[in-house]
């Protein structure tokens, strides 16, 4: 407690001046703490994506585009002034289909630029991009390259989802001018409530070591229940990890403008 010091003694000054600096240090909170960018992917493929948008707002969400409800459920979240990503397809070196209008190597300069373009175009308000799958494309430096110089006409950052160790994405969004990270951990690479505690455990202890993580997880209904228990825990935790939107653990701009509800929807 701060005291009225009459006379101004210095002991009642001393004791004025530690009172002064406790405040400052609980006003701070969690100014210094460390930082979790969470993306969850893949919105708007499954029905019931729409669950994605009862996460806490300083969780991103990155839509496909050219999928069922991917444009609808982005113009809901810009509504909510959350973060939105584009999840730019990319071919992969296996056998999954990453969707239409992919990029992949056979595409020259002006199709890549056009295929992100008309992404782009699909999904409204975003501030970021990541690679659906492309660990066939993800390591053509070329190719990236020239993603790249299409992105760096927007205000917009990128994240390198690292889907293969020899991805040259991240490396080219630097060249480009562009705010960029890659993912440290997947939240969900494989089913189970076993995989997503190692994982989540894992990117903790990242944050805290390093003073920041990006975690990518996904739509399924284990890793949103799974979510929906361990966000709320977590913001509790004064000296825990705070989960913020990717452009502020990265440092690139990101201001949402709402939405009228009266347009769009």
């Known amino acids: 407690m701060i005291r009225n010091c009459l006379p101004h003694t210095i002991t009642c000054l001393i004791s004025n001046f530690a009172a002064?600096?406790?405040?400052?240090?609980?006003?701070?909170?969690?100014?210094n703490a460390a930082q979790m960018a969470l993306i969850i992917d893949d919105v708007g493929e499954r029905n019931g994506d729409d669950i994605t948008l009862t996460l806490p707002t300083n969780v991103t969400l990155s839509f496909l585009p050219f999928s069922k409800h991917g444009r609808r459920l982005?113009?809901?979240?810009?509504?909510?002034q959350r973060e939105l990503m584009l999840?730019?397809?990319?071919?992969?070196?296996?056998s999954k289909n990453p969707g239409p209008y992919a990029i992949h190597t056979q595409l020259d300069k002006w199709?890549?630029?056009y295929r992100v373009k008309k992404a782009l175009a699909d999904i409204p308000f975003v501030?970021?991009?990541?690679?659906?799958?492309?660990?066939?494309?993800?390591?053509?430096?070329?190719?990236?390259?020239?993603?790249?110089?299409?992105?760096?006409?927007?205000p917009?950052?990128?994240?390198?989802s690292l889907?293969?160790?020899s991805s040259q994405a991240h490396?080219?969004?630097?060249?480009?001018g562009i705010h960029s990270a890659k993912r440290h951990v997947f939240l969900d690479p494989a089913p189970g409530i076993d995989v997503l505690q190692q994982q989540w455990q894992q990117a903790l202890r990242i944050a805290r070591k390093h003073g920041k993580v990006v975690v990518i997880g996904h739509p399924y209904p284990d890793t949103m229940a799974f979510l929906q228990q361990q966000l709320p825990q977590l913001a509790q935790q004064q000296d825990g990890v705070e989960v913020v939107p990717v452009a502020q653990l990265i440092g690139a701009p990101f201001a949402p403008t709402p939405l009228p509800k009266s347009n769009w929807l």
Not at 156 to 160: G, K, N, V
Request: glycine fraction near 10%.
């Open 20 to 31: 002064i600096a406790l405040l400052g240090l609980s006003l701070l909170g969690n100014a």
């Open 74 to 80: 982005a113009l809901q979240a810009w509504q909510q």
């Open 87 to 94: 999840h730019l397809p990319m071919a992969t070196a296996g």
């Open 111 to 113: 199709q890549v630029q």
């Open 127 to 154: 501030s970021g991009v990541n690679n659906h799958m492309g660990s066939a494309v993800t390591p053509d430096g070329e190719r990236m390259g020239w993603v790249m110089e299409e992105l760096a006409k927007r």
């Open 156 to 160: 917009l950052f990128f994240i390198d």
């Open 163 to 165: 889907t293969i160790s």
């Open 171 to 176: 490396q080219q969004a630097q060249a480009h």
